[in-house]
């Protein structure tokens, strides 16, 4: 078996997002969180719903990067209109981006710099807050950065477990980095559940732009030989893990 990459590393801890969900929409944004998806669908919960990320719910997904035209088994049709009812319905699980992100899991990424005249224009709020008012929602980040982990967002996209009183649904589940894996306190703050092989805490605390609790932080798990198969072979054949997770990382 050739080295596990820290790549195969975050695909196994977001495959591991969608491990006890059961039947629901897998929502994923980014190329390890489709990994992670896919992974899961294939291992811990054949129940898991996937789409090709257009039209589809597949069966089989179609390779990585590429839609149901390319291959894989078309299951059903999902126009964008019912992926409103599935969201309101609670029956999806997301793993979105996150441009900036607090302390209390508050999420931006629309804009950086004053929402009135912004240094940077980003992709909007998109689905955000419904995502984080109807069901469980993960956050998927490529570089664990002060950048990315800041004090206070410019804008808040995805709800915050400061601001979530009186939202029935408001789940926030777990933010996963090229560093480590970070849940939430009783009090709603991040902190870090899981350092990847290699990583130091001071290392996450020197790339967070505020205080975060390591000191109960076990090691991120790696994955078995099968899961590394599946990741390696029919998955992921073509290694597009590796351009969001460098191996020199």
């Known amino acids: 078996m050739t080295e596990i990459t820290r790549a195969e590393v975050c695909a196994v801890a977001c495959a591991d997002v969608w491990r006890d969900a059961g039947e629901v929409l897998a929502h994923a944004v ?6 992670g998806a896919r992974l899961a669908r294939l291992t ?5 719903v996937l ?5 589809y719910f597949m069966s089989e997904p179609p390779p990585l990067g590429r839609t149901a035209a390319d291959g894989g088994v078309i299951e059903g049709w999902v126009p964008y209109r019912r992926v409103f009812d599935i969201v309101a319905s609670g029956r999806r699980q997301s793993m979105m981006g996150a441009s900036q992100i ?8 629309s804009l950086i710099g004053d929402w009135r005249r912004p240094k940077r224009q980003l992709i909007g709020v998109r689905g955000a807050p419904g995502n984080t008012a109807n069901h469980r929602t993960d956050y998927w980040v490529a570089r664990h950065s002060p950048k990315v982990f800041v004090e206070k967002v410019d804008m808040v996209c995805g709800v915050g477990n400061d601001r979530a009183e009186g939202i029935r649904f408001h789940h926030l589940g ?7 894996v970070l849940d939430y306190a009783e009090d709603g703050l991040l902190r870090v559940r899981s350092l990847h092989p290699g990583v130091t805490p001071e290392e996450v605390r020197r790339g967070t732009g505020f205080d975060i609790d390591t000191s109960d932080a076990a090691e ?3 994955p078995n030989e099968a899961e590394l198969r599946l990741v390696r072979e029919v998955i992921d054949p073509r290694r597009l893990r ?3 997770v460098p191996v020199t990382r």
Do not use: C, F, K, W
């Open 174 to 180: 777990v933010v996963i980095t090229d560093l480590a």
């Open 220 to 222: 991120t798990r790696l």
């Open 242 to 244: 590796e351009r969001e």
């Open 44 to 48: 811990t919960n054949p129940d898991l």
């Open 30 to 35: 980014g190329v390890l969180p489709s990994i």
């Open 51 to 55: 789409t090709d990320g257009e039209a």
């Open 102 to 109: 607090d302390r209390y899991g508050n999420q931006n990424i």
